[in-house]
């Protein structure tokens, strides 16, 4: 397992190197999850090993309090979120511009990277995600409020093991576990917020991928429009799960937008969508 | 250790009961041998976090050919839940079988 001491967090982080090299500069995705549930395990099994057999450079990491990285009993604002992820670029990538790819909250960290750092990003490919304004606070703090309520009775995991099975019962109760030994639910909506002249100032292409049943497909409108250069891509009666349920649609699409915008180094084959 | 000569099915079984005891550390249930018919989610109780490091070690025992990672983005995520000791061992036995699978 790899580890890094990010801003002083022991943080496991997993590079699968493009494979075979073509010679030419690989572009470079950086893959941040979302939270609770998630982990770079969602990354990793699914798009990276497709990504690097088509030329890409891959590299995802657990955000700090989650799958194998440490989990700090503070320090859990977004803001703290970009500044890990600022700092593992620093020391993994150097300041060449990656492509970034969030699944959920890991979009919202790529959206604010790039407002704060806008020479680091080449363009985002955001999951289900959507940039941190004012009506994506509340609803995460609605969310939060409601997975607290829940995961605090005992039926509802039993309710989860019946219905989804163990291995949901089990990412439920790691979530859990997250958010009672950590300031999470209380910080992380709280941002730095983006208002709409920061969302304009974001000038990287991005690829908006939303499930038509998901959590963002309502508010993405507004979002689209204040965004210079986003396309959105909707996949009919998905729900928020669009990763890993459909990580083999998201990897065509993901593979077209990098043939689009970073060809170089791509395999022609594996770039082909 | 790098060894990627074609074990037998139980020769890899043997394999990835030492590497799943090791991931599971801890975690291991007493006095139960792991066969090839338990799901290593349900019955192992290993996270899909825990499914690198199961393939970072097949990589090292029988060399970078096996590629788990690989072989895991081809499955629904369904498939991926269910995933048993036995296609572990498929997976070994087919993935290092000559002409099966391009050295990396």
């Known amino acids: 397992m790899a580890v890094a001491i990010v801003n002083d967090v022991l943080t496991h982080y997993e590079h699968m190197p493009a494979r075979p090299s073509t010679g030419r500069t690989a572009p470079k995705v950086v893959c941040v999850h979302g939270l609770g549930y998630d982990s770079l395990a969602s990354f990793y099994l699914t798009l990276a090993a497709p990504l690097a057999e088509a030329g890409v450079d891959v590299l995802t990491y657990d955000l700090r309090g989650h799958g194998r990285s440490q989990r700090p009993a503070t320090g859990y604002r977004l803001g703290d979120f970009v500044d890990d992820l600022r700092s593992l670029l620093d020391m993994m990538v150097g300041t060449e511009p990656v492509h970034l790819v969030g699944n959920s909250f890991g979009g919202t960290i790529a959206f604010s990277l790039a407002v704060r750092y806008p020479e680091r990003v080449r363009s985002i490919v955001s999951i289900e995600s959507e940039p941190a304004t004012e009506v994506w606070s509340a609803k995460m703090g609605r969310t939060f409020r409601n997975t607290v309520d829940a995961m ?55 690829l908006a991928i939303l499930g038509g049943e998901g959590f963002q497909c309502d508010d993405l409108g507004a979002v689209e429009a204040m965004l210079p250069d986003c396309r959105t891509e909707v996949i009919d009666g998905q729900n928020h799960s669009v990763l890993v349920e459909r990580h083999q649609l998201v990897r065509k699409l993901l593979l077209g937008w990098l043939a689009e915008h970073d060809p170089v180094g791509l395999l022609a084959d594996g770039a082909r969508p | 250790m790098t060894n990627s000569h074609v074990p037998s099915p139980a020769a890899a079984l043997g394999a990835i009961r030492v590497i799943l005891i090791k991931v599971l550390g801890d975690y291991v249930l007493d006095d139960v041998e792991i066969n090839a018919e338990m799901s290593l989610t349900a019955d192992l109780g290993l996270e899909s976090i825990d499914l690198i490091t199961v393939g970072a070690m097949l990589a090292e025992r029988y060399g970078r050919r096996l590629n788990l990672a690989a072989f895991l983005a081809e499955m629904d995520i369904d498939d991926v839940i269910a995933l048993t000791v036995g296609t572990l061992v498929e997976f070994v036995v087919d993935g290092l079988a000559p002409g099966l699978a391009a050295e990396r």
Do not use: K, M
């Open chain 1, 152 to 206: 605090s009775d005992e039926a509802n995991l039993a309710w989860i093991t019946e219905t989804f099975g163990s291995h949901y019962a089990r990412l439920t109760r790691a979530a859990a576990a997250v958010i009672r030994s950590t300031t999470i639910v209380e910080e992380v909506a709280d941002g730095p917020l983006l208002d709409e002249q920061a969302l304009s100032s974001i000038r990287c292409p991005v």
